[in-house]
């Protein structure tokens, strides 16, 4: 079975400074990957996927993530946040066969401070 | 391009009552799933639809918990009766199985609250 661990469920940085949050994942298949953001009182956004091909993924907003097979990542960074990047950040995993079954991390708790 | 609708936006009951959420997913969707959010936690699948068949409701609380999918586009997910264990956000998300991405559009979520 899936699973993902987010390794941390609180970061709090300040304004304009690089942020990294940490994702591993656990399965016996090739995946799908991705994160997604949720402002307060809303849905789920996606911010970027990792299917095949270059590791190093590009998403909204200045996000970009990397995928490690050999150490079974998917980390978060973004060089420089702002204000409105506040937010609960979601790391998932589905397995590459097209059931399209997300199985999600706890969250992080991003928290910019000016 | 409208997104995944979901009603209520809130929904405060006592226990022991019902409740219903509705859902209309994005056109042309054919697979529709509800997760459940508890607080301070990541979102946890409670059935996923392919159409009108549910393809995997192995997380589905079948003794309060039902769910449908008529004609295979809206969806309603009912609890009865409420537990005050129930409280969570429950969210509603389409994708198309075609795309091959495995990208899921959520909903804003249906709070509940069980006094």
């Known amino acids: 079975a899936q699973s993902v661990t987010q390794l941390d469920s609180q970061v709090p940085v300040f304004e304009e400074a690089p942020v990294e949050l940490r994702c591993n994942y656990s399965?016996?298949?090739?995946?799908?990957l991705f994160w997604y953001v949720q402002y307060p009182n809303q849905g789920l956004q996606l911010l970027l996927k990792y299917l095949s091909g270059s590791t190093l993924v590009k998403g909204i907003n200045g996000f970009e993530a990397e995928f490690n097979k050999s150490q079974t990542s998917f980390h978060l960074r973004k060089p420089s946040v702002h204000i409105s990047d506040t937010a609960e950040y979601f790391c998932a995993v589905s397995d590459g066969g097209g059931a399209q079954k997300l199985v999600f991390g706890q969250g992080t708790r991003l928290t910019i401070n000016p | 391009e409208a997104g995944v609708v979901q009603s209520p936006r809130y929904k405060i009951i006592e226990k022991k009552q019902p409740v219903a959420f509705w859902c209309n997913p994005i056109s042309g969707h054919n697979t529709l799933y509800w997760y459940r959010q508890n607080l301070g936690q990541g979102p946890e699948l409670l059935i996923r639809?392919?159409?009108?068949?549910?393809?995997?409701d192995s997380q589905l609380p079948k003794d309060r918990f039902s769910a449908e999918r008529l004609k295979g586009v809206d969806s309603t997910l009912k609890i009865q009766p409420a537990e005050l264990g129930d409280s969570a956000v429950y969210l509603c998300?389409?994708?198309?199985?075609?795309?091959?991405?495995?990208?899921?559009?959520f909903g804003e979520g249906s709070r509940l609250t069980v006094l």
């Open positions: 399965s016996s298949v090739s995946v799908y």
């Open positions: 998300a389409s994708s198309f199985s075609g795309s091959g991405t495995g990208e899921l559009f």
């Open positions: 639809y392919e159409n009108e068949e549910a393809v995997d």
